[in-house]
Structure formats: C-alpha cells, structure tokens
C-alpha cells in the first residue's frame, strides 16, 4: 500500500475578499484543527454530533463530519434538504445529540417553521454546544430561536459565535466560556483602520436583542508572539499563526498549458488576509459592521493565535 502523501485536500476559498484560491490542507492541518474544535466545544468521548450541512463546505466536513468521525463518536447525518423540509426533525436529534454547527440563518428558520408542540416531549437540555457561523451573526435570530426552544431546556449559553477561514483549515476563534453571547454595536464613525472600535451599547443575549440587525461577528484572538503589521495603505487584514494555518496553491499567473507546484507554508507560520478599502476595520479585537449589531467571540488558549481586522463568521 503507497503511503499517505502529505497534502489532504485542497480547500477553496469563498472568493468574498479576493479571487478564489486553493488552501493545501495536509493532514496535520486537519488533526491540529480537529483537536482545536473538540477542545473548545468541550467534546467528550460518548458525545453525540447532529449536522445537515453538506459535506462540500468546510464546516460540514471538517467542523461536523471528520472531528467526530475521527473520535470513533456517533454522528447523527442529515441532508440538507431534508432539513429545510423537516427543521423539527434536526431538533429532536439534541434529546441525543450534544453538539450541532449551523449558520444564523437555520437557527431563525426553525424559530418560523416549528411550532412548540411539534417538540411536545423533548428535552434538549442536555445539548453542550451550538457553534454559530459562516454569515454574518444576527442577534436576533438567536434569541427567536433560544425563546422557542428554553421550554424545553436550551439555554443561550450553548450558543458559541466563532470565526475561522479556509487558510486556517477551520476554525480561528470561539468562546468556550458558558456565558450568553455578548452583543454589541459599534459606532460606524469610529470604524477605521488602526483606530479602537467604539462600542455604543452592547448587552448579553436576551429580550433586549429582538429586533436588533445582523452585522458581524467578532473574534479577538490571544496572540502567542508578535504578527507582522499590515500596510497603512490596507484597510481591512487578518493575520493567523499556528499549525492550522496554511498558504494558498499560488498566486502567479502561468501560461496555457504548463504545470505549477505546490509552495506550501510552514507549519506555524504566519498567513494573512488583507480587504482593500473595506469598512469596518479594526486592530483591537475586531469588528465588522454598518451601524448594526455585532456579536463576540474569543478564542481561549487556542493553538491557531490571530489578529484580525474585519474579520467574517466561519464558512
């Protein structure tokens, strides 16, 4: 049998800040952020994981399906479309299931779809960890959806708001304090580049959060050594360091018909992601936003450190 070779997948980027490229993820890449996930969501071994989202993006596969997978655990596998169909079904897999990742967006979907007594029965209060990502984080979404499902035994302080990106394999960033998660708005005037983000009102996830508008998540990081400074001329950079980050396939142009090898990055190494002329930038923690609300995340002790500056949710 031929050995493993050392690259694992080659990982598209969204393209929403730049052109697609393909991020080399070798397999400790995958083991490195694998652990990462499992440690901040407090995985255990006999745990549960319930998912729908498809296996072609990375949170699907890597976030929902390998981590788990990988642990000898069970994995409770839906089709996305059966989930649109039937979003109960997905709630009643957590009187089982302790650990889900979705977008904002399916968590307000329920809230619309499902009524209370299609859950008549159901205890979910055993549920850990519902990591929110890969749009941008509506308060409001949340809160619908926490008010639904409370009668049953949720609490908010499942929710986990997290950041990551194809260049770090995952995940970069998620609160794995049992807290509600912290929403705040920022003053849009104060959004510039290597100015402090100023906050006007901010609030944990209850009642007051009905009503307020989707903006962005936020993540800031605990940085282990120094990161390299972004240009004054960039408005708009992300910065990731550890053994989950990795460097795109390559960026030069070829002609028609030759071949390019593979550059890839050193394990540990720096690797960054710049936006030009992009609103809502900052070099203390981070932000992302329009005037609207934002919603925290903080990366405790994680291997992958960042520094970020209108950073998005994870995709």
């Known amino acids: ?34 652990d990462l996930i499992a440690r901040m969501a407090g995985y255990e071994d006999g745990d549960v994981v319930a998912s729908w989202l498809p296996l072609y993006h990375d949170m699907g596969l890597i976030g929902c399906f390998l981590t788990p997978i990988a642990r000898q655990g069970t994995l409770k596998l839906m089709r996305p479309d059966h989930f649109i169909r039937d979003p109960a079904r997905w709630l009643r897999c957590f009187a089982e299931a302790a650990h889900t990742a979705a ?12 009524k209370p007594e299609q859950l008549e029965g159901l205890d979910v209060s055993g549920w850990k960890m519902a990591l ?3 749009e941008p984080i509506d308060p409001h979404a949340l809160e619908v959806f926490a008010q639904l499902l409370e009668p049953f035994g949720f609490s908010r302080t499942m929710f986990k708001p997290a ?23 920022p003053d849009p005037e104060a959004l510039a580049f290597g100015r402090p983000v100023r906050i006007l009102e901010q609030h944990r996830l ?26 004054s001329t960039t408005r708009g950079a992300s910065w990731r360091a550890g053994s989950s980050a990795r460097s795109s396939w390559g960026d030069r142009r070829r002609a028609p018909g030759t071949s390019r090898e593979p550059r890839p990055s050193r394990p540990g190494s720096w690797t960054g992601r710049s936006t030009p002329a992009t609103p809502g930038s900052s070099t ?32």
């Open 284 to 315: 203390r923690g981070s932000c992302s936003s329009s005037g609207g609300w934002a919603t925290a995340s903080r990366c405790a002790g994680a291997p992958s450190t960042s520094r970020t500056s209108n950073p998005r949710s994870p995709r």
């Open 1 to 34: 049998m031929q050995p493993a070779g050392e690259l694992a997948l080659l990982q598209f980027t969204s393209g929403s800040s730049g052109s697609p490229r393909g991020v080399m993820v070798t397999w400790e890449n995958l083991e490195a952020n694998s």
């Open 132 to 134: 929110i990502g890969a």
């Open 163 to 185: 950041y990551g990106m194809a260049e770090t394999t995952l995940l970069v960033t998620m609160d794995d304090a049992p807290r509600h998660p912290l929403a705040i708005r």
């Open 103 to 114: 977008p904002p967006f399916a968590y307000a979907y329920c809230a619309r779809r499902v």
């Open 206 to 231: 209850g009642a007051e959060s009905l009503g307020a508008k989707a903006a962005g998540s936020s993540g800031a990081a605990r940085p282990r050594t120094t990161c390299p400074s972004p240009s």
